[in-house]
């Protein structure tokens, strides 16, 4: 199962939004996606993450008090988005 989002401070993941959030069935998650995915199904969760990848990475780079250096498409077979935080 690839991932949809990947969130890396550094070479340290820090956080990913999958199946286990897109596919949720309990209500609290904390993901990089800020919610929008969770429980809503691949489909729905892949047009989400292809349209606002990068206000779900600034969003969550403010939360922790990070900047986003940069998003991109890394696989874009599987359409997984890399994030890349930096400090401020
Ligand atoms: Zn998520």
Same mark, same amino acid.
């Given at each position: 199962?690839?991932? @949809?989002? =990947?969130? +890396?401070?550094?070479?340290? $993941?820090?956080?990913?939004?999958?199946? #286990?959030? +897109?596919?949720?069935?309990?209500?609290?998650?904390?993901?990089?996606?800020?919610?929008?995915?969770?429980?809503?199904? @691949?489909?729905? !969760? $892949?047009?989400?993450? #292809?349209?606002?990848?990068?206000? +779900? !990475?600034?969003? +969550?780079?403010?939360?922790?008090?990070?900047? =986003?250096?940069? =998003?991109? $498409?890394?696989?874009? $077979?599987?359409?997984?988005? #890399?994030?890349? @935080?930096?400090?401020?």
């Amino acid at each position: 199962m690839a991932a @949809l989002m =990947v969130v +890396y401070m550094g070479a340290r $993941l820090v956080s990913q939004c999958d199946a #286990r959030c +897109y596919n949720a069935q309990h209500p609290a998650c904390s993901c990089c996606c800020g919610g929008a995915n969770h429980g809503v199904g @691949l489909e729905e !969760a $892949l047009l989400n993450t #292809r349209r606002m990848a990068r206000r +779900y !990475a600034e969003q +969550y780079a403010q939360e922790q008090g990070w900047a =986003v250096a940069d =998003v991109q $498409l890394e696989q874009p $077979l599987h359409e997984t988005t #890399r994030v890349a @935080l930096r400090e401020f």
